[in-house]
């Protein structure tokens, strides 16, 4: 069963930076793609960043190109998110995920979701 535990988000105010992380256990974590994916109140979970196995392609979501950065390292076992340059709309929980193909935006590979990490961005 795979596990994934997300952390570092927290409280920013616009314009500021986080660094999340997501440590996946239970599986051979390095022959997956790996995504970033959230979900604000009311709306759909929705993949926001993918990165590939070895981690030479990367691909974002419109809303967060040229401000967030996904990489990976895996001796780690772990997926990051840099974020820079907040904003309100980017306020929501952040989960990883397998994607089942690269940006590829319907379910991903593992049933199974870690608790996510909440972001807010406000003044």
């Known amino acids: 069963q795979v596990q994934l535990v997300e952390s570092g988000g927290g409280l920013v105010q616009p314009g500021g930076s986080l660094r999340l992380s997501c440590v996946a256990s239970?599986?051979?974590?390095?022959?997956?793609?790996m995504g970033w994916y959230r979900q604000a109140p009311g709306k759909q979970r929705e993949l926001v960043a993918g990165?590939?196995?070895?981690?030479?392609?990367?691909n974002y979501a419109d809303s967060v190109k040229g401000r967030f950065t996904i990489s990976r390292d895996n001796a780690k076992n772990t997926v990051y998110l840099q974020m820079n340059s907040l904003k309100p709309e980017d306020t929501a929980v952040y989960y990883c995920?397998?994607?089942?193909?690269?940006?590829?935006?319907?379910?991903?590979?593992?049933?199974?979701w870690g608790q996510g990490t909440q972001v807010t961005v406000a003044s």
């Open positions: 995920n397998a994607p089942r193909t690269f940006g590829g935006s319907g379910p991903p590979l593992w049933d199974s």
């Open positions: 239970g599986t051979i974590f390095s022959i997956y793609g």
């Open positions: 990165i590939t196995s070895g981690g030479s392609r990367t």
